[in-house]
């Protein structure tokens, strides 16, 4: 299936991914109004990391054979049948964290409520998801590999 | 039931048996399939009693697969009967009501049994098990009907620190009963469960670890009270007995001896007993443990899943992948406060290496065990978030030798992870099988 790879030769580390990110699953849909008003509440699903001076975008890979689908309690977790994406139904979830516990990439994390798990959702069936189109350096793309 | 016979036979309805239901029709669409369970209920998943019982999950939300599970997957569901006797030359399996199934392979996913120690006056009325969605219903119906007040859970494992929040959701005064000196002991260390004790405290709940029940004092036929060893008494009208679980081995036994069980029957890589066509799945289970090697019964959720998958596909005659074993690990949320413990945590090995962060505010406390460059335990309260990446390093063995310093830091993530293991990672492929 197609997933979201990083590149981090070419990563500036700015952030704008996660910001995106953050945008398209407010509810705002609005960058400034998301950032100021909704930062609190979204756990954006892509995260960038740091060692030394390498950066880098990382988000869930939607694994073939995903440990967070099989350490799920409640089914909240599931594999979206058309797209293979692996999702989280927030209504489902309790939040027992076991597919924070499960998941190899580190992942999966608390909403920022804490009620229920967040993770990328390769923006719902969108073509390209957000963080992609928008990264100003190609240094995160969707691909087939 | 009446006679009957099919090729593919699984005792069981929970997630061991579905996994492996769901493997077998990867691979054999038409293969006639048979799911027999004691409990009448559809497809449930048990560890969600404590949230039904709590109101935060509903009849509807308690199905773990859909209502159209049995049909979708052309099973015929015997719900409501409990499998009895085990004739493994003859191939069939004998149902309470007498009827009998006769099978060309066999699974025996049965889950565990509660443990209930000899305490005098463990009968009487109000005194409860808690494994079961049955047991839930029964426990919420007594709250209500004797409006029940004060309740003692005997037992500070994880079932029972979910009974406790239950029990606490439903305006229950909660006191707990445990007999090691700490609650969540196979679990946590003495720092962590400190931290865990202080949640259950500060939610109102009395814990009185290093104590021990003695008898279920009984008025009027009810319970009214426990006592503790040393003459203590503590008042209360509900009991919930929750000091662990047993493998439900009575249908292997009854093979008389053909199916090889120790704490839980016997099982290899592919889930085989020592039976021929018969494989065992779950916390019923006893196959390798991924750390040491030796076979271990470790009744949690996601091992009993792989191990389903796995002895499904071995059924169904797929290629197993290479079965690592089970990894010990839980995930204990306890009043708000979130715990994980994967792999040999709670005590580490001689010669260990243990590496530890604290934060007294908002409580946190992160600890790993390294032996020989490997991470084989991990700890995490608090602030659980990435607790997956320790969980990967603990399965795959990696040598961390070269980033130990950076496993407790902010920045840790998969930039930090050996390049091999971060490729694989990072491909996405997830675990094999
Ligand atoms: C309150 C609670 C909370 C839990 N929370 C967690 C958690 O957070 N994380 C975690 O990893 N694990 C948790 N667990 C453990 C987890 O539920 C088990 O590991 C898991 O359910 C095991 O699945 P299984 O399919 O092997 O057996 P079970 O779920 O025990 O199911 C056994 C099945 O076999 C049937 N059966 C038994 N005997 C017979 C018979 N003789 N004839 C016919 N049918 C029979 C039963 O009706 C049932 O359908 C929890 C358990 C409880 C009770």
Known sequence: MKRIYAREEFCLG???CEIQCLVRHSKSKKIIKAFRQERDQITPGVMVESAGHVTFAMQCRHCDSAPCLEACITGAMHRDPKTGAVLCDADRCVGCWMCVMTCPAGAVRRGKDQKAASKCDLCAGDKTPVCVLNCPNEAIVYEER | MKNDSTKYLVIGNSV?????????????AAGSIVM??????????RPLISYWLAGKVDDGRMDWRPRSFYEDLKVKAVLGAEAVKLDTSKHVVE??????????KLLIATGGTPIVPKISGRETAGVFT??????????????????????VVVGAGMIGVKAVEALAARGVRVTVVELAPRVLAAALDERAAKLAEAAMVNAGVEVRCGAEVEAVVAREGRAAGVRLKGGAEVPCELVIVAVGVVPSVALARSAGGAVEVDRGILVDDAMRTSAPDVYA?????????????????????????????????????????????ALVM?????FGLATISVGTAAVAPAGAEVLVSERAEPPSYRKVVIQD?????AMLVGDIDRAGLFTGLIRSGTDVSAVKDLLLTEQFGVLSLPAEYRKHVVSGAGIEV
């Open chain 2, 16 to 28: 061991a048996a579905v996994a492996a239901v769901e493997a077998i029709r990867e691979t054999d």
């Open chain 1, 14 to 16: 700015c952030r704008l």
């Open chain 2, 95 to 104: 149902l309470a009501d007498g009827g009998r199934i006769g099978y060309e």
């Open chain 2, 130 to 151: 808690f494994t079961e969605w049955a047991d839930a219903e029964r426990v919420g119906s007594f709250i209500a009907e004797r409006k029940v007040a004060r309740a």
């Open chain 2, 330 to 334: 839980n995930s204990v949320s306890v």
């Open chain 2, 373 to 377: 460059g490997r991470v084989v335990g």
């Open chain 2, 36 to 45: 027999v369970s004691r409990e009448p209920k559809h497809v449930y998943s």
């Open chain 2, 281 to 325: 799945a779950g916390d019923v289970a006893q196959g390798r443990e991924a750390l040491s090697g030796t076979k271990r019964a470790i009744p949690i959720w996601p091992g009993a899943f792989r191990q389903g998958r796995i002895a499904g596909l071995a059924m169904a005659g797929a290629k197993v992948a290479n079965y690592d074993g």
